[in-house]
Every structure is written in structure tokens, then in C-alpha cells.
């Protein structure tokens, strides 16, 4: 657990060369200051991206009692994913005992990610829950720029400078990996999700630094990406086949993909876990529902979903609140498919 401080008062002062009284003075717009050392502490000022507190006082006092969770995916997947609905059940639970509205919002075009900088410009919520983060997007620096409180499910980069918390994902897939070579299976591909996802890079990094640990040489035919969808694990799956017919296990990082997996490898007559072993990532219900049931490696998601929403509400009560980048430890739960 880390994270960077927030600059106070005390960090512009040093900035600035200057005493704190000098800064509050500035800010609070007194005349008892040159014009060398106004200048010098908004410089300063700018430079850290440094909220006063008397900006974050009238933040406070003008507060909605609402945040916005933010995933910008498409409703049909908003639905067929249990992550979602997971974290989702997770951030309620933390909310229910205070007086803090949730609105939850999707954004799915530019059109609705514009409306959402409108929202937040007007300050009609007191901070953002972003879920599902893509390295690109440019929604979270938007947030940070404007200066509004935003916690991530997730992360855009091993170097986000926003507080966040995620799963172990790189170990939670050197876990499934070590199982399967312990189960005498040496050929295992993997499907991944989106590789403009950190999620993505580091289930796969995981899966990678495995088989070397183990000798095992990483070509690029064992890696096919998808789209965290199961049809998008089943055309993976088909991927697969045609380029490692060979192939005797797969860790597919998400429960929804292995889903999809499993049906295209009944669909080719391979037998599971006899041919092929599966192993998923998530520990959702499908895990508990595929034929066979499916070893997948369990991530805290609803402690996510708490764990972000409370981050948020600190540091919606305290804008000098230090950021917090917290990583929850996975495990695997070993079922018939491996």
C-alpha cells in the first residue's frame, strides 16, 4: 500500500520560498503581501495543483450527497458480467450507512462522456467511482484535472497517480499457471482480456513469468486476446486450436471468456479436463454453473467496491486526504475443469 501526499500548505510554502502565512495570505486574498511573493506562491500554487482549503471549505459546503459510479461499457455487458453487479453490490454496502446518493453511469459514446464533464463542471456530484479503466480513456486525467475526487476500480498503469484498488492479478494468474503444471499439463495457451487494460497486461504477465519460472518457452501462438465476453472467448478458443492444435491447458482471465471456452472445446469433441484443462479468473457464479465447474481464481470484488467507495468518501471530506493504492490478494478454488 502507497501512495503519493497531496500538497498542503506546508509543500506550496517550500515551493514558493516563502513562511505559511505568506501562502494563506495569498489565498485569501490580503494585500499585506509583495508582488515578488504572490507571485512566487501561485507559481507554486499551480505547479502542485494545489486546492486550498478554503476552496475545498466551499466544496464541502455546497456538497450534493451524491457520487457518480462511472463504467463505460455497454449495458449489454453491464448485464452479463458479474464483476459489474459485484462491485456495484460492494459500493452500495458502504453507502448504506451514510446519506450519499448513488447515480450510476453508463458511458458508452462521446456524447454521453460529455455530458458526464458536464456534470461533474457543475459540480452535481461530490466525487467519481470509475470502474473498468482503459489506458487511453481520457475520463480519469479529465477528473484529476477538474479536481473532483475520483477513486479507480483498477488502474490505467502499474504508475496511476489516482488512488485505486485491484486485485493481485499478475500472482492470482501465476497461481493458475503453477496448478496446471503441477497437474502435468505442458502446453498452456491463454485468452485474454482487452491489452488496453492493466487488468489484461497483468494476467498476462503473471501467466508469462510462470512458465518461464517453470523453463517453459512463451511463444506469441499461445496468446489470443479477447473481449471479456464468452463469445469472445469461444472465437479465442477456436483461435487457439488452429494455431496450438497441441495444446493441453488454457487460463482464460475471466470466468465469462472460460465459458465460452468450454463450450467451443465440447463443440470440438476435447474433453475437459481430460484433454484440456481450464482454468478462469474471478470465482463469479458461472464458475459454479459451467459443465464441468470451473477452477478460477477468487478476487475480493465486492471489497473492491467497498474499499473505493470509502477511499472516496475520505477524500471527499478531506481534499489533502493522501491517495491510497491498495492491491487485495487473490486465490484459487480448484474445481473439475483442471
Same mark, same amino acid.
Given at each position: 500500500?502507497?501512495?503519493?501526499?497531496?500538497?498542503?500548505?506546508?509543500?506550496?510554502?517550500?515551493?514558493?520560498?516563502?513562511?505559511?502565512?505568506?501562502?494563506?495570505?495569498?489565498?485569501?486574498?490580503?494585500?499585506?503581501?509583495?508582488?515578488?511573493?504572490?507571485?512566487?506562491?501561485?507559481?507554486?500554487?499551480?505547479?502542485?495543483?494545489?486546492?486550498?482549503?478554503?476552496? +475545498? !471549505? @466551499?466544496?464541502? &459546503?455546497?456538497? %450534493?450527497?451524491?457520487?457518480? =459510479?462511472?463504467?463505460?461499457? #455497454?449495458? $449489454? /455487458? *453491464?448485464?452479463?458480467?458479474?464483476?459489474?453487479?459485484?462491485?456495484?453490490?460492494?459500493?452500495?454496502?458502504?453507502?448504506?450507512?451514510?446519506?450519499?446518493?448513488?447515480?450510476?453511469?453508463?458511458?458508452?459514446?462521446?456524447?454521453?462522456?460529455?455530458?458526464?464533464?458536464?456534470?461533474?463542471?457543475?459540480?452535481?456530484?461530490?466525487?467519481?467511482?470509475?470502474?473498468?479503466?482503459?489506458?487511453?480513456?481520457?475520463?480519469?486525467?479529465?477528473?484529476?484535472?477538474?479536481?473532483?475526487?475520483?477513486?479507480?476500480?483498477?488502474?490505467?498503469?502499474?504508475?496511476?497517480?489516482?488512488?485505486?484498488?485491484?486485485?493481485?492479478?499478475?500472482?492470482?494468474?501465476?497461481?493458475?499457471?503453477?496448478?496446471?503444471? +503441477? !497437474? @502435468?499439463?505442458? &502446453?498452456?495457451? %491463454?485468452?485474454?482480456?482487452? =491489452?488496453?487494460?492493466?487488468? #489484461?497486461? $497483468? /494476467? *498476462?504477465?503473471?501467466?508469462?513469468?510462470?512458465?518461464?519460472?517453470?523453463?517453459?518457452?512463451?511463444?506469441?501462438?499461445?496468446?489470443?486476446?479477447?473481449?471479456?465476453?464468452?463469445?469472445?472467448?469461444?472465437?479465442?478458443?477456436?483461435?487457439?486450436?488452429?494455431?496450438?492444435?497441441?495444446?493441453?491447458?488454457?487460463?482464460?482471465?475471466?470466468?465469462?471468456?472460460?465459458?465460452?471456452?468450454?463450450?467451443?472445446?465440447?463443440?470440438?469433441?476435447?474433453?475437459?479436463?481430460?484433454?484440456?484443462?481450464?482454468?478462469?479468473?474471478?470465482?463469479?457464479?458461472?464458475?459454479?454453473?459451467?459443465?464441468?465447474?470451473?477452477?478460477?481464481?477468487?478476487?475480493?470484488?465486492?471489497?473492491?467496491?467497498?474499499?473505493?467507495? @470509502?477511499?472516496?468518501?475520505?477524500?471527499?471530506?478531506?481534499?489533502?486526504?493522501?491517495?491510497?493504492?491498495?492491491?487485495?490478494?487473490?486465490?484459487?478454488?480448484?474445481?473439475?475443469?483442471?
Amino acid at each position: 500500500m502507497g501512495g503519493r501526499q497531496r500538497p498542503t500548505i506546508k509543500t506550496v510554502a517550500a515551493r514558493a520560498g516563502v513562511g505559511r502565512t505568506t501562502v494563506s495570505r495569498v489565498v485569501n486574498g490580503s494585500e499585506l503581501v509583495s508582488e515578488q511573493a504572490r507571485a512566487a506562491v501561485l507559481a507554486a500554487i499551480a505547479e502542485l495543483k494545489y486546492v486550498p482549503n478554503s476552496v +475545498a !471549505r @466551499g466544496l464541502v &459546503t455546497s456538497r %450534493t450527497n451524491s457520487v457518480a =459510479l462511472v463504467i463505460p461499457e #455497454s449495458a $449489454s /455487458r *453491464l448485464g452479463s458480467e458479474p464483476y459489474f453487479s459485484a462491485v456495484i453490490r460492494g459500493v452500495s454496502t458502504a453507502l448504506a450507512t451514510t446519506r450519499t446518493q448513488l447515480q450510476l453511469v453508463l458511458v458508452r459514446d462521446q456524447a454521453e462522456r460529455d455530458q458526464l464533464t458536464e456534470s461533474v463542471a457543475e459540480r452535481r456530484v461530490d466525487g467519481v467511482l470509475l470502474v473498468s479503466v482503459h489506458e487511453h480513456d481520457p475520463l480519469p486525467g479529465l477528473l484529476e484535472e477538474m479536481g473532483l475526487p475520483t477513486v479507480l476500480a483498477g488502474r490505467r498503469s502499474p504508475a496511476e497517480s489516482l488512488s485505486h484498488v485491484h486485485s493481485d492479478n499478475a500472482g492470482g494468474a501465476a497461481a493458475a499457471v503453477g496448478h496446471l503444471l +503441477a !497437474r @502435468g499439463r505442458r &502446453t498452456i495457451a %491463454t485468452i485474454t482480456g482487452p =491489452l488496453d487494460m492493466d487488468v #489484461s497486461r $497483468s /494476467r *498476462l504477465q503473471g501467466w508469462r513469468e510462470a512458465l518461464e519460472r517453470a523453463g517453459h518457452e512463451v511463444t506469441d501462438r499461445l496468446v489470443v486476446p479477447a473481449d471479456f465476453t464468452e463469445e469472445g472467448g469461444e472465437t479465442a478458443m477456436r483461435t487457439l486450436l488452429g494455431q496450438v492444435p497441441g495444446l493441453d491447458a488454457v487460463f482464460v482471465a475471466s470466468d465469462v471468456m472460460a465459458a465460452g471456452a468450454l463450450a467451443e472445446l465440447r463443440r470440438q469433441k476435447r474433453r475437459v479436463p481430460d484433454d484440456v484443462a481450464v482454468v478462469g479468473f474471478d470465482d463469479s457464479m458461472f464458475a459454479r454453473h459451467t459443465n464441468p465447474p470451473l477452477t478460477s481464481v477468487r478476487q475480493p470484488v465486492e471489497e473492491i467496491g467497498s474499499m473505493i467507495a @470509502g477511499i472516496l468518501l475520505k477524500e471527499i471530506g478531506d481534499p489533502e486526504e493522501p491517495r491510497r493504492h491498495v492491491v487485495l490478494p487473490t486465490e484459487l478454488v480448484v474445481r473439475e475443469s483442471s
